[in-house]
C-alpha cells in the first residue's frame, strides 16, 4: 500500500513557476514509477510526466522542456518543477505510483493516487 499526499499548488501568473512536490509512505518507493497527472475543468486525466525505477524520465509534448520531473527515494519524495507556466496548464495536478515501475502514461497503468493539488495560471 503507498500512500501520496500532493502539495505546492497555487496561483501563480503567466510565464512564472512553480515546484509540486509529493510525498509517499509505504515500502519499496525505489521500486515504484511515479507520474504526474492533471485534470483541467470539463476533461479528462492527462499524462504530464513520468520518472521510472530505472531512472528514466518521460514528458508529454505540451510539457517538454518546461517541466522537469525528479525524485529523491531516500526521502519518499517526487517533485514537479514547472516553469514558463500558461494559463492551460490550470488543472488539478496528481501524484500517481506505479508498481511495475515503468513509467507508462496511461493513467490505469498507476494503482495508487494522491489527492491532487490545484494549479492556476493567470494571464
Known amino acids: 500500500q503507498v500512500q501520496l499526499v500532493e502539495s505546492g499548488g497555487g496561483l501563480v501568473q503567466t510565464g512564472g513557476s512553480l515546484r509540486l512536490s509529493c510525498a509517499a509512505s509505504?515500502?519499496?518507493?525505489?521500486?515504484?514509477?511515479m507520474g504526474w497527472f492533471r485534470q483541467a475543468p470539463g476533461k479528462g486525466r492527462e499524462f504530464v510526466a513520468a520518472?521510472?525505477?530505472?531512472?528514466?524520465?518521460y514528458y508529454a509534448r505540451s510539457v517538454k522542456g518546461r517541466f522537469t520531473v525528479s525524485r529523491d527515494n531516500a526521502k519518499n519524495m517526487v517533485y514537479l518543477l514547472m516553469n514558463s507556466l500558461k494559463p492551460e496548464d490550470t488543472a488539478v495536478y496528481y501524484c500517481?505510483?506505479?508498481?511495475?515501475?515503468?513509467?507508462?502514461?496511461?493513467?490505469?497503468?498507476?494503482?495508487?493516487w494522491g489527492q491532487g493539488t490545484q494549479v492556476t495560471v493567470s494571464s
Open positions: 520518472f521510472s525505477w530505472s531512472g528514466s524520465t
Open positions: 500517481a505510483a506505479d508498481g511495475y515501475g515503468l513509467g507508462r502514461s496511461e493513467p490505469e497503468s498507476y494503482e495508487y
Open positions: 509505504g515500502r519499496a518507493f525505489s521500486t515504484y514509477a
